[in-house]
């Protein structure tokens, strides 16, 4: 599962850097993206979360464990 929050962290990194990409250069000229992206990185930043959560919660995130 740790493995999942780490690829979900990753996708909401380059989704938010494709957001401000769209919404700062000029030379795209798609600001209207920018929110279309921007969303997607929420949405896979809520994910990685939950995912975080569900980890904590069911006592895998500890260092003992080594999955």
């Known amino acids: 599962m740790k493995d999942d929050m780490v690829l979900m962290a ?6 938010a850097v494709l ?3 769209y919404a700062t250069v000029p030379m795209l ?9 921007g969303a ?5 930043l809520l994910l990685a979360l939950l995912i975080w959560a569900a980890t904590h919660r069911s006592g ?3 260092e003992a464990d080594p999955t």
């Open 10 to 15: 990753i996708v909401f990194v380059v989704w």
């Open 19 to 21: 957001a401000v990409l």
């Open 60 to 62: 895998h995130g500890s």
């Open 29 to 37: 000229s798609m600001p209207g993206f920018a929110v279309v992206w």
């Open 40 to 44: 997607g990185a929420v949405i896979f």
